[in-house]
T-cell receptor, first 113, second 112 residues
Framework: DADVTQTPRNRITKTGKRIMLECSQTKGHDRMYWYRQDPGLGLRLIYYSFDVKDINKGEISDGYSVSRQAQAKFSLSLESAIPNQTALYFC????????????FGEGSRLTVL | AQKITQTQPGMFVQEKEAVTLDCTYDTSDQSYGLFWYKQPSSGEMIFLIYQGSYDEQNATEGRYSLNFQKARKSANLVISASQLGDSAMYFCGTGGGNKLTFGTGTQLKVEL
């Protein structure tokens, strides 16, 4: 089984719907991240959390919210999805921010019609 | 603030040749790391190599090496003896202990 698991892997939804992407990890890491990947734009940070009580906005947090339900779980919500939120979303964890090694989930491809 | 610039949207290289993927960075952190990830067409993100800002020697991992020039703020990835399986998107990034910032990526195609 993967160390970082994202669900769903693929989702098609309509404008205005609420969507939740879930992430769970078995690595025992405190730090968790949500990134968004768009062609030509690379990966951009949406939110990150260093422990259950610590949530921080990334560079593109507008239109998104997160919940850190436990050390192992970090969910990303789109309260009212819009088409320009169509993207590939990655959850990642790290045990030490200084090494640069993030452990990524397999990605969740979201399409908003 | 952190910024990564990858100026090569796409690169081609012949199999068995070496290739250099460019990366320049800007950061306000005194201590930071530089790293590279590979993303094959299947989509997963694969960690390749890490360089600390205070490391005196360039990092190497097998066929990958990071050419770190601190004064130039560059952290180029060198892949020696390219293989067909090296065809992928490559992302450079930097982090100073907190969030990690990525560049826009370089699509590498290895040809026979």
């Amino acid at each position: 089984d993967a160390d970082v698991t994202q669900t769903p892997r693929n989702r098609i939804t309509k404008t205005g719907k609420r969507i939740m992407l879930e992430c769970s990890q078995t690595k025992g890491h405190d730090r968790m991240y949500w990134y968004r990947q768009d062609p030509g734009l690379g990966l951009r940070l949406i939110y990150y959390s260093f422990d259950v009580k610590d949530i921080n906005k990334g560079e593109i947090s507008d239109g998104y919210s997160v919940s850190r339900q436990a050390q192992a779980k970090f969910s990303l919500s789109l309260e009212s999805a819009i088409p320009n939120q169509t993207a590939l979303y990655f959850c990642a964890t790290s045990g030490n921010g200084y090494t640069g090694e993030l452990f990524f989930g397999e990605g969740s491809r979201l399409t908003v019609l | 603030a952190q910024k990564i610039t990858q100026t090569q949207p796409g690169m081609f290289v012949q199999e068995k040749e070496a290739v250099t993927l460019d990366c320049t960075y800007d950061t306000s952190d005194q201590s930071y790391g530089l790293f590279w990830y590979k993303q094959p067409s299947s989509g997963e993100m694969i960690f390749l190599i890490y360089q600390g800002s205070y490391d005196e020697q360039n990092a190497t991992e097998g066929r990958y090496s990071l050419n770190f020039q601190k004064a130039r703020k560059s952290a180029n990835l060198v892949i020696s003896a390219s293989q067909l399986g090296d065809s992928a998107m490559y992302f450079c990034g930097t982090g100073g202990g907190n969030k990690l910032t990525f560049g826009t990526g370089t699509q590498l195609k290895v040809e026979l």
